[in-house]
């Protein structure tokens, strides 16, 4: 299967990222190479180093990408590692970074990946198939109330406990094999009138992705970490697909936003905090109407974008 998607929001995210001819960038979650693709089109002396767990993605962008030589630094790493990855290449700061979360269309669409609720897979719905963690394995090893707090966490599912006590019960039979049997025991244990509003197994599946591939286990201070090593000017852009991994970006944008946060009665400052970006998102950009009719899985998807100011705190290599 080929890496063919349509990427998310490119006009707005390459424009957003006011790629420079000479930068250097950093894009944590490659994919298709969608993205990655248009920022290396504007790069004349600069480089572009991209990060993916998936090594099928590695392996296709390689190839998709090859034209472009030495500016294209592919890591198959994760892109948490940030820090490393771009010390690792002599960089104490970069230019621009974006990063597209979630799931990509390609695992969703090769079925054997198990991330899709559609048709009938094993269970294993790993970015990095070098783990050992699967879905199998939650959906089969976890206890009953570790199985709740995980649907309820990362999915916000209201069933999670009628679904986790369903998962339970029916592995006492059998044990859970495939993304079909997982799915029917969502369907049972979720009552009828509910499942009108979309697939009842949609939150359980992103909930178990979640957890088998520690998601939101250190964005907060990876984007941190992004942020501050961003040239004065240079912007980052995130795009999320769900409200736990908004809240967070959000949450990490307004501290960095925010300036004193000392008591209001002070004559002066003391906790000498200073805001070191601007947030040029007020409101989140999504997708058009007319990018929605080419790719409705952008329908949840919000893109924020942010500056760095001059002058402000810089973590050192």
């Keep these: 299967m080929e890496f063919n998607h349509v990427p998310i929001m490119l006009e707005a995210c390459i424009e957003g990222l006011n790629v420079k001819g000479d930068g250097i960038y950093f894009d944590g979650t490659l994919g298709g190479g969608g993205h990655s693709g248009e920022i290396l089109k504007r790069l004349t002396a600069g480089k572009l180093i991209a990060t993916d767990l998936d090594e099928d993605a590695i392996a296709a962008a390689r190839k998709k990408l090859a034209p472009y030589g030495d500016r294209f630094l592919p890591v198959h790493d994760n892109f948490k590692n940030f820090k490393e990855i771009i ?5 104490a700061e970069v230019d621009g970074v974006l990063l597209d979360l979630g799931v990509s269309s390609y695992q969703l669409d090769n079925r054997e990946r198990g991330f899709s609720y559609m048709g009938d897979s094993e269970l294993d719905m790993r970015m990095d198939r ?5 879905a199998y394995d939650v959906v089969n090893g976890y206890g009953e109330e570790r199985l709740k707090y995980v649907i309820s966490a990362y999915g916000e599912d209201r069933f999670a406990g009628r679904i986790a006590a369903a998962i339970v019960k029916r592995r006492e039979k059998k044990e859970i094999r495939t993304t079909g049997e997982l799915v029917s025991v969502i369907e049972e244990a979720v009552p009828k009138k509910f499942q009108k509003d979309g697939h009842p197994a949609k939150r359980t599946f992103q909930a178990i992705r979640i957890e088998v591939n520690g998601e939101l286990d250190g964005l907060k201070d990876c984007l941190y970490d992004m942020v501050r090593s961003l040239k004065p000017g240079g912007r980052i852009a995130v795009i999320t697909f769900h409200s736990l991994e908004a809240r967070i970006v959000k949450q990490c944008f307004k501290d960095l ?13 003391v906790c000498g905090k200073k805001k070191e970006i601007e947030v040029l998102t007020k409101k989140p950009i999504t997708a058009s109407g007319e990018e929605l009719s080419l790719n409705p899985r952008a329908k949840s998807a919000e893109l924020r974008i942010a500056e760095k100011l001059p002058n402000t705190l810089k973590i050192s290599v």
């Design 87 to 91: 010390t690792n290449y002599g960089y």
């Design 130 to 134: 070098g783990q050992a963690l699967t």
């Design 257 to 269: 936003e925010t300036d004193c946060v000392c008591d209001k009665r002070l004559p002066v400052c």
